[in-house]
């Protein structure tokens, strides 16, 4: 279920709790658990309901502007039935807190053992280790290039970098990935600390940017929010890549940490 970053930035903050999207059947069911850029949604009802039965309030709660802009929304694909979706902020997404939980040696041990498991049930066979230290080696390089040279087809091994991700060991950037401190101390037992550059301070700029934006901002030397915060609007427009979406979704993730663009 696909929700716009200013969507979940209202869900999260309380000011929204309804969806409505037009579906041939139920996409979500109630209690299900969404993994978002702000955290775990949850799903609290799921109703078939006729478009015209929608009101202001209905509105009001999906966080439309109006009753005949959230109408106007649903217009297309008359076909497939209008379903009302409830939704509620359930905490952040616990993947990153166990990112940075790095374990004591018995942990890591079960935690190779996994990696073991799946290596062993794998049809291309060993995998694991070599995603860990090519993840570790090429930190923020974008996933295709990374499966090219693992003789790898790319959403497969994408597919497989999100089991590394359930159990906190890589962490996904705006473009490509890198370990996470608790995936580091996985790869690096049992022999001596690989040598890596130091994290860059402040907070990474959002995924929901793209990858135009992304490469953009990365050309500038721009990684973090804190940087973009140096910017004027204008400024920031004039970078390559840098469009109208990615320009109010960067302001979104701002003002989320009481940040603003800097004034002309």
């Given at each position: 279920?696909?929700?716009?970053?200013?969507?979940?930035?209202?869900?999260?903050?309380?000011?929204?709790?309804?969806?409505?999207?037009?579906?041939?059947?139920?996409?979500?069911?109630?209690?299900?658990?969404?993994?978002?850029?702000?955290?775990?949604?949850?799903?609290?009802?799921?109703?078939?309901?006729?478009?015209?039965?929608?009101?202001?309030?209905?509105?009001?709660?999906?966080?439309?502007?109006?009753?005949?802009?959230?109408?106007?929304?649903?217009?297309?694909?008359?076909?497939?039935?209008?379903?009302?979706?409830?939704?509620?902020?359930?905490?952040?997404?616990?993947?990153?807190?166990?990112?940075?939980?790095?374990?004591?040696?018995?942990?890591?041990?079960?935690?190779?053992?996994?990696?073991?498991?799946?290596?062993?049930?794998?049809?291309?066979?060993?995998?694991?280790?070599?995603?860990?230290?090519?993840?570790?080696?090429?930190?923020?390089?974008?996933?295709?290039?990374?499966?090219?040279?693992?003789?790898?087809?790319?959403?497969?091994?994408?597919?497989?970098?999100?089991?590394?991700?359930?159990?906190?060991?890589?962490?996904?950037?705006?473009i490509g990935y890198r370990l996470s401190p608790r995936g580091e101390a996985v790869l690096d037992h049992g022999g001596p600390p690989r040598e890596r550059a130091p994290r860059p301070?402040?907070?990474?700029?959002?995924?929901?940017?793209?990858?135009?934006?992304?490469?953009?901002?990365?050309?500038?030397?721009?990684?973090?929010?804190?940087?973009?915060?140096?910017?004027?609007?204008?400024?920031?427009?004039?970078?390559?890549?840098?469009?109208?979406?990615?320009?109010?979704?960067?302001?979104?993730?701002?003002?989320?940490?009481?940040?603003?663009?800097?004034?002309?």
């Amino acid at each position: 279920m696909m929700i716009r970053p200013a969507e979940l930035a209202a869900i999260r903050d309380g000011e929204v709790d309804l969806a409505f999207r037009r579906w041939d059947r139920p996409r979500v069911r109630v209690g299900t658990r969404m993994r978002t850029a702000v955290g775990v949604l949850e799903v609290t009802q799921v109703e078939r309901v006729a478009l015209s039965s929608l009101r202001a309030e209905d509105a009001r709660r999906a966080g439309a502007p109006s009753l005949a802009a959230l109408r106007e929304g649903l217009g297309h694909r008359p076909d497939r039935s209008v379903f009302r979706v409830g939704l509620r902020y359930a905490g952040p997404d616990p993947r990153e807190a166990l990112r940075e939980q790095v374990p004591g040696a018995g942990e890591i041990e079960q935690i190779r053992a996994w990696l073991d498991r799946l290596d062993a049930a794998s049809r291309h066979g060993p995998w694991t280790r070599a995603t860990l230290q090519i993840i570790d080696r090429s930190p923020g390089v974008r996933a295709p290039e990374l499966a090219a040279e693992l003789g790898r087809e790319t959403a497969e091994w994408k597919a497989d970098v999100r089991k590394l991700k359930e159990k906190g060991l890589t962490e996904s950037l705006a473009i490509g990935y890198r370990l996470s401190p608790r995936g580091e101390a996985v790869l690096d037992h049992g022999g001596p600390p690989r040598e890596r550059a130091p994290r860059p301070p402040g907070t990474p700029v959002p995924r929901s940017i793209g990858a135009p934006a992304t490469r953009g901002l990365r050309d500038a030397g721009v990684t973090t929010l804190e940087q973009v915060a140096e910017y004027t609007l204008e400024q920031l427009r004039a970078l390559h890549g840098v469009g109208p979406i990615a320009v109010e979704r960067l302001a979104e993730a701002l003002a989320e940490r009481g940040l603003t663009l800097r004034s002309p």
